[in-house]
Every structure is written in C-alpha cells, then in structure tokens.
C-alpha cells in the first residue's frame, strides 16, 4: 500500500467495503420460531410457550405460535398424509419442517410455491437438514398437486393419541367423542369475567361479543387481551365461561371464610373475593403464586396467600366453604393447549386420579360442620370427574351430595347425579367452551 510523502497529505488507505446485512426471506424468523416449539413440545415434552421467542418481532413471534398451534392440532393427520408418501419419516428437525410445510399447504390457505419455497429455504437454513432440501421439495410438490384430504370423523381420530381417544370414547360414545375432536381443531374464543357482573352488559357495546352470563362476556374473536378497555384497571380477567362455573357453584360466600386450594393462576380467586369472601389461596407453585399476586394487584381485590403443598399444610381453623380445582389430565383445555395430547399419557392420568383423591379427603376435613365444598376438574375423562366423586361419597358417611339444579345450570350442563359437566361440543354456536366437572358435597353436622 503506498502513501503520499508530502506532509500533512491524506491517507491513502484502501477503504473495504461496507458490509450489509443478509436479508432473510419474509417468514422464515416465525417458522424457526415454530420448529423451535415443536421441538420443544414433541422431543422434550415440553408446554407450547413463547418464553423461547422473546428475541422475535412481536409479529412474528404470534406468527410462529399460530404456525405451531395449527401443526399440534392436526398432527395426527398431519403424520398421516406424510407417511403415505414417505418410505421412512425423516428424525428431526427434518420432520418438523415436513410438519409445518403441510400444516400450511393443507390447513393453513398458504399459496403452494410459497409453502414449498419457505420450506426449502428453512430446510437449508437448519443444521442437519439441508441435505434433505430437495426431499422437501419433492414432498411439497406432491402434497400441492393432490387433493385436499378428507376432514372426517377417521380423519379426526387421528388427531388425539390412541390411549385418548380411546379413553373418551368409553366414557362418551364414538359420536360425542368426533364432536370433541373436531371442536379441538378450532382455537378457543376468549371469555371475559368482570370483578363486577353487571359492567359485562355495560362494556359490551365498547368490546364486542356476547354474555353467555352473569358477568361473563365471549369476544367476538381473539385481539390483544392487554391493549382492551378495562384491562389496565382491572375491570375484568380472561377465564373460560365453564372455569367460572365451579366458584359460582359454591353459592352466596359473602363474609365467609373460603380455601381456594390450587389456586393460581387466580381466576377462581378473584371471582370469589369479588364476591366478598374472605379467601385463603393456596398452591404448591410459588411462580404461579406470584402470578396471581399479579392479578390480584391489577384488579384491586384481596386474599391471603399460602404457597404450601396441601398434602403437608394444615390450617389454623376450619373454612365455611372450600373450591378444589384439582390438578388432572387438562384434557378439557385441549382447545387452548394443542400440545397437551402429545404430553401426556394413560399413566399421568391413572397418578392424577391418585391425587385428586387424596386432596380431597384431606380437604373435606377442613370444612366446618353444615360447610360446602365443590370439587373441580378440566378433565373429561370420568375417572377424574364422575368416578372420582363417587369413590369420595362412597367412603365418607359424613358427606352429603348438593345435588345442583335448573336454577344454578343450564339442563345440559347437569349429570344425571345433578353434578356439572361440559364438553368441548356444547355451545357449538358460540364457539365452545371448556371440558369440566364440578360436584358440590356438604358436611353433615
């Protein structure tokens, strides 16, 4: 390199070029976003979170979970259609990106050489795959050029592990349990409950939706829950209208002292404070108690809190009423979580039901003479909700079924026993809404 000798001359150093950027296809941030779920949720067994897509664009990180969230849902059929034209299914991430690809092509309305071109590119772009490029390609092509498959009930059964659907549909019959599976296919609607009932009607000329109930609002679709009026100061919490059922079911609580056991996230909290008991909220999570603090805080109401395990815990006096909203399966939430299906198994259920048991006959000795308690569950399967109850009544000659009517449900709503059960298929027209049992049973003086 050579330089002027004259002093005070310029240097007359060679400038490199400036360097830019690659610039990514469009997309191809929110499907790595969507492999990186799938992973999650099919190798590691793992919830459908975003923790793991902080450092994305808002945009594409709701893009990445909308991707994901379709694939977990129509996995079975998803798998289905692969293997008929695959000799051997590619290991992951290979997999993951034949997943998604036919998530989009098949369920998701995207332009064929979109789908494709995305995918090779995806394919190329992740370690261990782009040797595989020109496979996706091929597969892509094929899946383009072929009609839409079938949307029917063999079609849907293939979307919930064996061990599922075969539990549902000894407990529900074949027919019910297709209405279940082709409500899970749909996402959840949001439902709003108000801290004060009657702002429900109020709000909803500025909101949207329908009130399925008493303070209970049903948006007309799924917007940014943190953006709505009302959110800020607490007005209201999101909370499916069949979770809200089972505090509304303990009855008039107003000056009572009442355990929320297994409380957090809160929602069950909230309703009974707003209603003016004098709650104890109790759960083994302190993260999720932190998270109720929260939502305590936000919407201005009060409880006392307890992170303990209740199998351990004692109280320093008995409570007039208790709500178990008992950890289960969570098959009734499928709408909401795709992924839990693909979690669980036979066994976790068969361990649950073990539990449940145990809180409560724990709990049911915590109750003062003449004191309710409302058993709960988002399960649908009865060895979690009607067996359950029953195994309790049968081994305890103090308690006494209250049996709930008419005036406290919808006759849908109600067993034969005159206890509580949703279903994902009922209220089909408004969008669903959440599997649940609840039972109410008194102490006898």
């Given amino acids: 390199m050579s330089r002027d000798p004259r002093p005070g001359a310029p240097s007359l150093k060679r400038r490199r070029p400036t360097a830019h950027p690659v610039q990514e296809p469009p997309g191809m941030a929110a ?9 999650d949720v099919l190798e590691r067994g793992g919830m459908l979170g975003e923790g793991r897509l902080d450092r994305l664009p808002p945009a594409a990180r709701a893009e990445a979970r909308s991707l994901a969230d379709l694939t977990l849902r129509r996995l079975g059929q998803i798998d289905h ?7 051997h299914m590619p290991k992951p991430p290979v997999r993951h990106v034949l997943r998604l690809m036919a998530a989009e092509l098949t369920f998701g309305g995207v332009a ?3 789908a494709v071109d995305t995918a090779v590119r995806l394919a190329r772009a992740t370690e261990g795959a782009g040797r595989l490029a020109g496979l996706v390609n091929a597969i ?4 383009a050029e072929a009609p839409p498959p079938a949307d029917d009930p063999v079609a849907r059964r293939r979307n919930l592990p064996r061990w599922l659907w075969t539990r549902l549909a000894a407990d529900w019959g074949e027919a019910e349990t297709d209405a279940i599976a082709a409500a899970h296919l749909m996402p959840a609607p949001h439902d709003l409950v108000f801290r004060d009932p ?3 009607e109020a709000m909803t000329p500025t909101l949207g939706g329908t009130v399925l109930a008493a303070g ?6 799924r917007p940014q829950i943190s953006a709505l009026p009302g959110h800020p100061e607490g007005k209201w919490w999101v909370q499916d209208f069949a979770a809200s ?3 509304r079911l303990l009855g008039p609580v107003a000056g009572a002292r009442v355990l929320d056991l297994c409380a957090a996230p809160g929602g069950k909290t909230m309703q009974l404070a707003a209603a003016g008991a004098e709650v104890t909220a109790l759960d083994i999570s302190a993260a999720r108690m932190t998270r109720l603090a929260d939502n305590l805080a936000r919407t201005g109401l009060a409880a006392q809190l307890v992170t303990a395990d209740a199998l351990e815990w004692e109280p320093e006096a008995p409570f007039d009423a208790i709500l178990i909203d008992a950890p289960c399966s969570a098959t009734g939430t499928i709408r909401r979580h795709p992924d839990l299906p693909w979690r669980k198994g036979a066994g976790d259920v068969t361990a649950l039901a073990g539990l449940q048991a145990r809180l409560l006959d724990r709990a049911f000795g915590w109750l003062a003479p003449g004191g309710r308690l409302v058993f709960a569950t988002c399960s649908l399967l009865k060895a979690e909700g009607e067996a359950q109850a029953a195994g309790f009544l049968a081994r305890s000659p103090s308690a006494r079924r209250m049996a709930f009517t008419t005036d406290d449900l919808p006759p849908e709503f109600l067993t034969p026993e005159g206890d509580l059960r949703t279903r994902p298929s009922m209220l089909a027209g408004l969008g669903g809404l959440d599997g649940f049992f609840a039972t109410r049973i008194e102490r006898r003086g």
Avoid: N, S, W
Wanted: net charge positive.
């Fill in 31 to 39: 499907r790595r976003g969507a492999m990186m779920l799938l992973g």
């Fill in 112 to 114: 064929p050489h979109a």
């Fill in 81 to 87: 259609l692969l293997a008929g034209l695959l000799e």
């Fill in 245 to 247: 059922l089972p505090a």
């Fill in 216 to 221: 209970v609002l049903r948006l007309a679709d």
């Fill in 198 to 200: 009657d702002e429900a």
């Fill in 140 to 143: 892509g092509r094929r899946i």
